[in-house]
């Protein structure tokens, strides 16, 4: 089966997922791609790994979009996107406007406990802007984009990542280990304003386990928490219906960016679900691609 022909399951609720039947790929239109690329080793783990598309018709070095795959830090690869969507639609959209795209995992939670995951994401854009001449990536046009749980990260590694004095036990020192983290814009698809409340369903009673002992830590992870002045245009973008992630955490991290000065841009789509289901989800696409190129392009 080609990636392109992957579908949800027709059953409703969907069983319980064990395994992909074999998935081949013709990749990404109009790219030159590099798969597995390895951003860091940490000891004990997988290596973490990252896929990267750069358009093969670019004159120079080209802007770079980092998306963030959701699954509520338990489950998801960076290959797929929600299985309600076109699978390589998002990144195929993305080289066709002219900016690469690169695609990250990181480690889930049954595999270590936060901030591991926020570590890896950060460790993956190091790791672009510390081979961005070899990879033909502009390393000061940088763009993050992440969905649901891959919001959070994304928010995350947008919004410490530019504080003056950022927060060292979210941000680690994976792989490459330091360098600049700011990025000039973000897209945040119906991600949690704050931390507690998700988490609690989605580990249920290990909490405490799930933040590494540390309950305190909860804090710190919720992007509402994390707003300043210093934060580059943000994009949120939610289903008014969503049953998962309600609409009113998108609203609350608006607010307090235009609180604090910073450029944020708030969508609700009336009728849709989380993963925009009960929507097109295309115009959701190309309004993000859109709102990534007017600035990451300018």
């Given at each position: ?40 080793f940490v000891p004990g783990y997988r290596p973490m ?250």
């Amino acid at each position: 089966m080609d990636i392109r022909d992957l579908r949800p399951p027709t059953h409703d609720p969907w069983p319980a997922f064990t395994h992909h039947p074999p998935i081949s790929s013709h990749g990404v239109r109009g790219a030159r791609s590099w798969t597995g690329l390895t951003f860091g080793f940490v000891p004990g783990y997988r290596p973490m790994t990252l896929d990267l598309h750069v358009p093969t018709d670019a004159a120079g070095p080209v802007p770079v979009v980092v998306w963030i795959h959701g699954g509520g830090w338990t489950e998801g690869d960076r290959r797929y996107v929600p299985l309600q969507w076109p699978q390589q639609l998002l990144f195929d959209k993305i080289v066709a406007a002219g900016m690469a795209v690169a695609t990250v995992d990181y480690r889930l939670l049954a595999e270590a406990p936060f901030p591991a995951c926020v570590h890896d994401c950060v460790a993956a854009v190091r790791y672009l802007r510390q081979y961005a001449d070899q990879l033909g990536l502009d390393p000061d046009r940088v763009g993050i984009w992440g969905e649901s749980a891959g919001a959070h990260l994304a928010s995350l590694v947008a919004f410490v990542g530019s504080q003056r004095d950022p927060h060292g036990r979210l941000l680690g020192r994976v792989g490459v280990g330091e360098g600049r983290l700011d990025v000039a814009a973000s897209v945040l698809f119906y991600g949690p304003a704050q931390l507690g409340w998700v988490i609690d369903q989605v580990v249920g009673d290990d909490v405490r386990g799930a933040l590494g002992g540390d309950l305190t830590l909860a804090e710190d992870l919720s992007p509402i928490n994390q707003v300043h002045r210093g934060i580059a245009p943000v994009l949120l973008m939610h289903g008014r219906d969503d049953a998962l992630v309600p609409a009113s955490e998108s609203a609350i991290l608006h607010d307090a960016l235009l609180a604090v000065g910073v450029d944020s841009t708030l969508e609700i789509t009336d009728g849709a679900d989380h993963c925009f289901i009960g929507a097109p989800i295309e115009p959701h696409l190309d309004r993000a691609i859109d709102f990534l190129g007017r600035l990451l392009q300018s």
